[in-house]
């Protein structure tokens, strides 16, 4: 660390898990001090490996409850249904005082299966910063993924208000924007603008796979119409997104029921030419568009905001 850098908010942060979302935390927090020791962890002995050809971390081990130890900060980045069993590898290994945190996208879930394993003394501080992109591995990540985007902290009621304070500052620092949420509310809000939108692309692009060879091959050619943007959503890892619908399954349910209505309520007004029901329904929708922009969720450029280059 050079001469004149601040201090860092963290002496030593361990990171479990080094897919794009533990690996761009590797990267803001090399690139702006914010540790003064990364190590990481992670199950599978290809990924460590390569973690440590992109000098992620100062150290790297396979055994978790080895990482942790020492660490000021822990942060647990693996799919939701492997939390409990990592939360109980860990837990010998973590000294009083330590933060422990999660970035997975569901929170009930999550604090039911590690709160049980989580030592007294360790402030245990369930979060999840809403960014990423449907790329994984280590990478996959880059320094600035957290910048603009929202961490939703959903601390429980005898939570450390300092360690909330510090863990706070932390994603701040990282670029985020945070907010405090309560963790069934939470689910509640991710069922509908995170979850359902990936489960109804997975369908889509699960019926287009479905369709005779040569309609596919026409889906394929022609999806600059819109079948391509459903399938970046279906490209995310399966393995996360499996488990998010296990872990937040009845949020996910509820909005099924609550989108499957709807859809049942536009398919009658296109059989029945109700042209006054579908204008008012596009000019609704149309307005949540130029709200997630004015929010700064977006930009209005075109493509999504996805700048491409032509093939030559």
């Given at each position: 660390?050079?001469?004149?850098s601040?201090?860092?908010l963290?002496?030593?942060?361990?990171l479990?898990?080094?897919?794009?979302?533990?690996?761009?935390?590797?990267?803001?927090?090399?690139?702006?001090?914010?540790?003064?020791?990364?190590?990481?962890?992670?199950?599978?002995?290809?990924?460590?490996?390569?973690?440590?050809?992109?000098?992620?971390?100062?150290?790297?081990?396979?055994?978790a409850?080895?990482?942790?130890r020492?660490?000021?900060?822990?942060?647990v980045?693996v799919?939701?249904?492997?939390?409990?069993?990592?939360?109980?590898?860990?837990a010998?290994?973590?000294k009083?005082?330590?933060?422990?945190?999660?970035?997975?996208?569901?929170?009930?879930?999550?604090i039911?299966?590690?709160?049980?394993h989580?030592?007294a003394?360790?402030?245990?501080i369930?979060?999840?910063?809403i960014?990423?992109?449907?790329?994984?591995?280590?990478?996959?990540?880059?320094?600035?993924?957290?910048?603009?985007?929202?961490?939703?902290?959903?601390?429980?009621?005898?939570?450390?208000a300092?360690?909330?304070?510090?863990?706070?500052?932390?994603?701040?620092?990282?670029?985020?924007?945070?907010?405090?949420?309560?963790?069934?509310?939470?689910?509640?809000?991710?069922?509908?603008?995170?979850?359902?939108?990936h489960?109804?692309?997975?369908?889509?692009?699960?019926?287009?796979?479905?369709?005779?060879?040569d309609?596919?091959?026409?889906?394929?050619k022609?999806?600059?119409?819109?079948?391509?943007?459903?399938?970046?959503?279906?490209?995310?890892?399966?393995?996360?997104?499996?488990?998010?619908c296990?872990?937040?399954?009845?949020?996910?349910?509820?909005?099924?029921?609550?989108?499957?209505?709807?859809?049942?309520a536009?398919?009658?007004?296109?059989r029945?030419?109700?042209?006054d029901?579908?204008?008012?329904?596009?000019?609704?929708?149309?307005a949540?568009?130029?709200?997630?922009?004015?929010a700064?969720?977006?930009?209005?450029?075109?493509?999504?905001?996805?700048?491409?280059t032509p093939?030559?």
């Amino acid at each position: 660390m050079a001469e004149n850098s601040p201090e860092p908010l963290f002496e030593t942060v361990a990171l479990i898990g080094i897919g794009l979302i533990g690996s761009s935390l590797a990267r803001v927090m090399r690139e702006r001090g914010l540790a003064r020791r990364i190590v990481i962890s992670t199950r599978s002995s290809a990924t460590l490996r390569r973690a440590q050809e992109l000098a992620l971390g100062d150290a790297f081990e396979a055994d978790a409850a080895e990482a942790v130890r020492g660490a000021d900060l822990v942060i647990v980045s693996v799919p939701v249904g492997a939390s409990g069993d990592v939360a109980k590898a860990i837990a010998p290994g973590l000294k009083p005082g330590a933060t422990l945190t999660d970035v997975g996208s569901t929170k009930r879930s999550v604090i039911n299966q590690m709160a049980p394993h989580v030592p007294a003394g360790v402030h245990f501080i369930p979060g999840h910063p809403i960014a990423g992109t449907e790329h994984s591995g280590p990478d996959a990540g880059f320094a600035t993924l957290f910048d603009g985007r929202w961490c939703i902290l959903t601390p429980l009621p005898e939570a450390n208000a300092a360690a909330v304070t510090k863990l706070t500052a932390f994603w701040q620092a990282c670029g985020s924007k945070v907010d405090v949420m309560d963790p069934d509310h939470h689910d509640t809000v991710l069922a509908i603008t995170s979850h359902l939108p990936h489960i109804i692309a997975y369908n889509i692009v699960g019926t287009a796979d479905d369709l005779a060879t040569d309609t596919k091959s026409e889906v394929i050619k022609f999806s600059a119409s819109g079948f391509r943007d459903f399938t970046r959503l279906a490209a995310s890892d399966p393995v996360m997104w499996r488990d998010v619908c296990l872990h937040n399954r009845d949020a996910i349910l509820d909005m099924l029921s609550r989108f499957s209505e709807d859809l049942t309520a536009l398919r009658r007004a296109i059989r029945r030419g109700e042209g006054d029901t579908l204008h008012d329904l596009f000019t609704r929708t149309r307005a949540i568009r130029r709200s997630i922009i004015d929010a700064g969720q977006d930009t209005a450029a075109p493509d999504f905001g996805r700048l491409t280059t032509p093939k030559p």
